[in-house]
């Protein structure tokens, strides 16, 4: 049995967390108590408390501006 870890990064609760398997995503999604947030570190643990599969760990965070611009004329009315 695997205990899976997700470890968020704090003052990022602006970002949705990416989640690799949708049935976490649900878990989450349903959940009142786990926050908002990107991840800092994703691992998995065995029995034995060794960390098994994978290890992720967020190396750096970048803001940027992104714009959408519309054009005032829509296709739908051509």
Same mark, same amino acid.
């Given at each position: 049995?695997?205990?899976?870890?997700?470890?968020?990064?704090?003052?990022?609760?602006? /970002?949705?967390?990416?989640?690799?398997?949708?049935?976490e995503?649900? @878990?989450? +999604?349903?959940?009142?108590? !786990? %926050? #908002?947030?990107?991840?800092?570190?994703?691992?998995?643990?065995?029995?034995?408390?060794? /960390?098994?599969?994978?290890?992720?760990?967020?190396?750096?965070?970048? @803001?940027? +501006?992104?714009?959408?611009? !519309? %054009? #005032?004329?829509?296709c739908?009315?051509?």
């Amino acid at each position: 049995m695997l205990s899976h870890h997700f470890i968020i990064q704090p003052d990022t609760e602006y /970002i949705l967390p990416f989640f690799f398997i949708t049935d976490e995503y649900e @878990k989450w +999604k349903s959940s009142e108590y !786990l %926050p #908002k947030g990107i991840f800092r570190r994703i691992y998995f643990q065995d029995k034995n408390n060794k /960390i098994v599969e994978m290890d992720y760990r967020l190396l750096s965070i970048y @803001k940027y +501006k992104k714009q959408i611009i !519309l %054009p #005032k004329k829509s296709c739908a009315e051509e």
